[in-house]
């Protein structure tokens, strides 16, 4: 049941944001690497069939083929394109301005996610769910790189970083791996966030 869920919502999160490929693709990567996940591949893909068609579908209605890309046909004035192209090599202004920034920094506007790194190197020492967590980190980082290479990441007139929603829970659950160790730091973090 949970690699039906796991590929549901992996799955829906392509169809609401279609960068969201990226952890599709890293799930489906960790369920073959894996020994174990490889007897859940069938439930994964049964749990993507219905968030694909409604895909697939939207694509057809809007774009006329249910494989287009929804990228292809954005608005110049929102999807900002350098030399006609939506993305481009991140550099490290990307990163301060999608972490650190007070206009869109997903760690102005959340800095409880400053606890997804002493999380993650805590998850480091310990045995229990190492490959849960590095895979959380791992999908957080490859999304966060995909996120500094598009042009538009500002997200248009989003409250704070939109585009980095999807890796939310991932990030959360590597914060709260931290929660242990530092309990008074992350409580202040989580009001702070609030």
């Given at each position: 049941m949970m690699a039906v869920l796991t590929g549901f919502s992996a799955a829906a999160a392509v169809v609401i944001e279609p960068s969201a490929l990226i952890m599709l693709g890293c799930v489906a990567f960790c369920l073959v690497s894996v020994r174990e996940g490889r007897s859940y591949i069938p439930l994964f893909l049964l749990g993507c069939i219905l968030p694909g068609a409604v895909l697939a579908w939207y694509n057809y209605v809007c774009f006329g083929h249910p494989l287009a890309s929804s990228y292809n046909y954005s608005n110049d004035m929102v999807?900002?394109?350098?030399?006609?192209?939506?993305?481009?090599?991140?550099?490290?202004?990307?990163?301060?301005?999608?972490?650190?920034?007070?206009?869109?920094?997903?760690?102005?506007?959340?800095?409880?996610?400053?606890?997804?790194?002493?999380?993650?190197?805590i998850?480091?020492?310990?045995?229990?769910?190492?490959?849960?967590?590095?895979?959380?980190?791992?999908?957080?980082?490859?999304?966060?790189?995909?996120?500094?290479?598009?042009?538009?990441?500002?997200?248009?007139?989003?409250?704070?970083p939109r585009y980095l929603l999807p890796v939310f829970p991932f990030l959360y659950l590597l914060a709260g791996i931290a929660f242990t160790r530092f309990p008074q730091l992350y409580l202040l973090l989580g009001v702070a966030s609030c």
């Open positions: 999807m900002w394109k350098v030399e006609g192209k939506l993305f481009g090599f991140p550099g490290l202004r990307r990163f301060y301005e999608l972490l650190i920034s007070p206009y869109r920094g997903l760690c102005f506007s959340s800095p409880v996610l400053l606890m997804a790194l002493p999380g993650f190197l998850s480091l020492k310990r045995r229990q769910w190492r490959n849960e967590l590095l895979f959380c980190a791992l999908i957080s980082g490859l999304f966060l790189f995909f996120m500094a290479g598009f042009h538009a990441w500002h997200g248009g007139s989003a409250a704070g």
